[in-house]
């Protein structure tokens, strides 16, 4: 039994050498510069749907793919692509397994977090590399058809409308913490801001700010549409980004509103970078080997 205990022990410190080791703390970097590319490209995007440009591609991650291989050596970004949301996920993976780097362990709720961003930047990591292969097909497919059939699919299973209602829920939980915790500046723990000039400081804390609560705010509405789709036994009620963001446009506020979130977007793409050049890496000696 003690040799069992043993072995787990091994294995667990094996696998936090690995999550705090330099390989990860690269992959990270080279993930979190993915997000800030893909964001960028869908604000921008949503961007020109606010001021009206609404024939031009979707503000979603398939407009945005659209847009990358739309450039000079286009197939060859997406491929550079593919390769950092793949380093996304296998980060995020990493944190799932055993935690935030340089931690020894992590809350089983927020391992559950990073496993499903995890999930998540492999499924638009698959997508992108169908895009490439199959020459654009899938990389045309809307997001909103997408989410519309996939939601059709679950509530015909048993219970699928709690799950259904369950995703939506935990989309808006995970928005309104997103948000919260980007007002109260909670990302800085992960910077090295005593590395930052105080004007660099300032730029970066106002972007991971209005990016954060942007970007949790167009998660809760998503949610939201989704929870709406199991009260109301009604995929069609379920929204992609790029009508989720669309739906902004339909307040009171109009396109204003739906351009502010759009700004915000960009603004989390450029948060991305400054956190892939200053956030905080594991900086303390391997444990010894027993």
């Not at 893909?38 to 793919?65: D, H, P």
Request: net charge positive; with cysteine.
């Amino acid at each position: 039994m003690a040799t069992g205990n043993g072995s787990a022990a091994q294995a667990k410190s094996h696998g936090q050498r690995l999550a705090d080791s330099r390989f990860m703390d690269i992959t990270a970097r080279v993930g979190l510069c993915a997000r800030g590319v893909i964001y960028v490209l869908v604000g921008a995007l949503a961007v020109q749907i606010g001021f009206g440009n609404k024939g031009g591609q979707q503000a979603e991650r398939s407009g945005a793919v659209g847009t990358i291989g739309e450039q000079p050596f286009g197939r060859v970004l997406l491929w550079a692509l593919v390769v950092g949301l793949a380093a996304m996920a296998l980060w995020r993976l990493s944190e799932a397994a055993f935690g935030p780097a340089g931690s020894d362990s992590g809350k089983w709720t927020v391992r559950l977090g990073f496993l499903g961003l995890a999930v998540f930047y492999a499924v638009i990591s698959i997508a992108v590399v169908q895009t490439v292969l199959v020459g654009g097909s899938s990389g045309s497919r809307s997001s909103n058809q997408t989410s519309k059939e996939y939601t059709a699919r679950v509530l015909t299973w048993p219970g699928g409308r709690v799950l259904v209602g369950a995703v939506g829920a935990v989309l808006i939980i995970v928005g309104v913490v997103m948000a919260v915790r980007a007002a109260m500046r909670k990302f800085e723990k992960n910077l090295q801001t005593d590395r930052m000039s105080e004007r660099t400081r300032r730029i970066v804390a106002s972007l991971g700010i209005i990016g954060g609560v942007a970007c949790g705010a167009v998660a809760a509405v998503a949610g939201l549409f989704i929870l709406l789709a199991a009260v109301k036994f009604d995929p069609n009620r379920a929204k992609g980004l790029d009508e989720t963001l669309r739906s902004f446009a339909d307040t009171p506020a109009g396109p204003v509103l739906l351009i502010a979130a759009a700004v915000g977007l960009v603004l989390f793409g450029l948060y991305s970078f400054c956190e892939a050049r200053w956030r905080t890496a594991a900086e303390h000696p391997d444990p010894p080997e027993p």
